[in-house]
């Protein structure tokens, strides 16, 4: 196979995936749906964008159709900015009246027949340029509404941030070979491949779309933050976390929260699960025991079950997760260091 054979299957197989995730956001049930369809709308701008640059190298293609891949740009704009208002903004319901936002892309999705795209027509690099400021605007505002909000959930407000810069170098890649300074084109379909799959990895790591879990909740991250601070106190004043037997509604109850509201204050601001960050304490409290003199004699079971495990099983695997040691190796490089 040659390179340019290669080069094919690596652009189309990450378009594929760009149009699998279109598909499966348009389907999904869960979460915000205004957000689920915009962040599709958004990827499937882009998939446009970047099937034209392989339709490109590899087939002559007629203007109009130069100027149909162009439009996905003017479509992925917009549903960058709605995508980051829902996300971040926790809007319920979205304007119909923001739509107008799409005039640009429909007019010239309309006029596609008629808008110049020739080498040889200068008029083709000012509706080209137009079209890319155009996608500068809307990330521009993008990062203006990220910075407004700030206080937003840490891991929406990290995975936003993280698609405003993949956008923003695929911009930044184009924008580059019109300048000369990257002369590869068929660059942006491999590089946008990349993104596609990291993307995926990350939602697929978030346990398909984490992010939009709790989209529809309204309790704001102050509130969270104080959630999060008053079970923090109850686990270190009263050692709560040696209870074995301790659950979320054990303890939502004990502190007078909804198990649903104190789960979400855990999530975003630990980036954990109740019972990951219950263990975390559980963990520390291990390796204070196996690294103290006094405990050295103590059977690693035994220390298992003072910190609160349920079994040596899930402590092993818990401890060696977090410190990369399991509990016997831990136990001795911290007695060859004292």
């Not at 959930?153 to 911009?171: D, E, F, M, Q």
């Not at 697929?204 to 984490?210: D, N, P, V």
């Not at 109850?253 to 975003?268: D, F, M, V, Y």
């Given at each position: ?16 995936q760009a149009l699998f ?109 137009s079209v890319f400021l ?205």
């Amino acid at each position: 196979m040659d390179s340019q054979s290669i080069i094919l299957v690596l652009s189309c197989l990450g378009l594929a995936q760009a149009l699998f995730l279109c598909v499966y956001l348009f389907t999904l049930k869960k979460g915000n749906k205004n957000a689920n369809m915009f962040l599709a709308l958004l990827l499937l701008g882009l998939s446009i964008r970047i099937g034209k640059s392989v339709l490109n190298v590899y087939f002559d293609l007629e203007p109009w159709h130069r100027n149909l891949g162009l439009s996905g740009i003017l479509l992925a704009g917009p549903f960058l900015w709605f995508y980051g208002r829902v996300l971040l903004g926790r809007e319920k319901k979205f304007a119909k009246k923001n739509y107008w936002h799409l005039l640009l892309f429909i007019v010239f999705v309309v006029g596609c027949k008629i808008i110049p795209n020739s080498f040889e027509n200068g008029w083709s690099y000012v509706f080209y340029l137009s079209v890319f400021l155009h996608l500068a605007v809307y990330l521009v505002l993008s990062i203006l509404l990220l910075l407004r909000h700030l206080t937003a959930g840490k891991s929406v407000w990290s995975w936003y941030r993280n698609l405003l810069i993949g956008v923003a170098l695929v911009w930044v890649f184009y924008m580059g070979n019109l300048a000369g300074l990257i002369p590869y084109y068929i660059g942006g379909a491999i590089f946008f491949s990349l993104l596609v799959y990291i993307f995926s990895f990350l939602l697929l790591k978030r346990s398909s779309f984490a992010v939009e879990k709790y989209a529809n909740s309204t309790m704001d991250h102050a509130t969270s933050q104080k959630y999060v601070s008053q079970l923090k106190t109850l686990l270190e004043t009263e050692e709560a976390y040696l209870d074995s037997d301790l659950s979320l509604h054990r303890t939502s109850k004990q502190l007078g929260i909804a198990p649903r509201e104190l789960s979400q204050a855990i999530n975003e601001n630990e980036q954990q699960n109740f019972s990951e960050f219950v263990n975390s304490y559980r963990i520390q409290k291990a390796k204070k025991l196996l690294a103290d003199s006094t405990y050295a004699q103590e059977k690693i079971a035994t220390i298992a079950y003072d910190c609160g495990f349920g079994n040596v099983t899930s402590f092993n695997i818990s401890f060696k997760t977090a410190t990369g040691h399991t509990p016997s190796q831990y136990r001795k490089k911290a007695k060859s260091e004292q």
